[in-house]
T-cell receptor
Framework: DAGVIQSPRHEVTEMGQEVTLRCKPI?????LFWYRQTMMRGLELLIY????????DSGMPEDRFSAKMPNASFSTLKIQPSEPRDSAVYFC????????????FGPGTRLTVL | DQQVKQNSPSLSVQEGRISILNCDYT??????FLWYKKYPAEGPTFLIS?????DKNEDGRFTVFLNKSAKHLSLHIVPSQPGDSAVYFC???????????FGSGTKLNVKP
């Protein structure tokens, strides 16, 4: 298996632009997670899905952030409009489902908003 | 509101010695604790876990200790190797079994 796939690996954009991050979870995994890593807050959970349904989005910082999972093999995290403080590494992770102790992370997308 | 805290941002250890990484948590409802290891430009990878009903779990050179009364866990690496140099995150699993709360990470440097 190729593992969790994220694209792009790097994104540089200007303030005010829309940014879309993409994730393909491991085939057969039912849960998908979006995390953000910053120096100040470390690794924080933004939102997670179970069977393509958003379960907890309490970590989404504000309405500029939205996430979708239209099917079991694809998810997007969108920021519109982007701001410099959104600069961070965004990770997608997947797991077999509820009760699993291990999450498998993608390589991350490094986002820089100028 | 960080429920898991790693108060040491970095740690430097000589090869062959013991590395001890510490983690504190506030939520007494966590049922599982995990350690992840992260190399630069890669995603975190699972290292070792421990159930809240245990106080120790060992896997080769890695041992995790859990002190529930102190709400503290630690990861011991013995002996430390240069390849262990990475950022280590600890995490607690919330009551709904799917939500993990991560600490901010400790960067371990093992010097040859």
């Amino acid at each position: 298996d190729a593992g969790v796939i994220q694209s792009p690996r790097h994104e540089v954009t200007e303030m005010g632009q829309e940014v879309t991050l993409r994730c393909k979870p491991i085939s057969g995994h039912n849960s998908l997670f979006w995390y953000r890593q910053t120096m100040m807050r470390g690794l924080e959970l933004l939102i997670y899905f179970n069977n393509n349904v958003p379960i907890d989005d309490s970590g989404m910082p504000e309405d500029r952030f939205s996430a979708k999972m239209p099917n079991a093999s694809f998810s997007t995290l969108k920021i519109q409009p982007s701001e410099p403080r959104d600069s961070a590494v965004y990770f997608c992770a997947s797991s077999l489902g509820t009760g699993q102790t291990e999450q498998f992370f993608g390589p991350g997308t490094r986002l820089t908003v100028l | 509101d960080q429920q898991v805290k790693q108060n040491s941002p970095s740690l430097s250890v000589q090869e062959g010695r013991i590395s001890i990484l510490n983690c504190d948590y506030t939520n007494s409802m966590f049922d599982y604790f995990l350690w992840y290891k992260k190399y630069p430009a890669e995603g975190p990878t699972f290292l070792i876990s421990i159930s809240s009903i245990k106080d120790k779990n060992e896997d080769g050179r890695f041992t995790v200790f859990l002190n529930k009364s102190a709400k503290h866990l630690s990861l011991h690496i013995v002996p430390s190797q240069p390849g262990d140099s990475a950022v280590y995150f600890c995490a607690g699993r919330g009551y709904n079994f799917n939500k993990f709360y991560f600490g901010s990470g400790t960067k371990l440097n093992v010097k040859p």
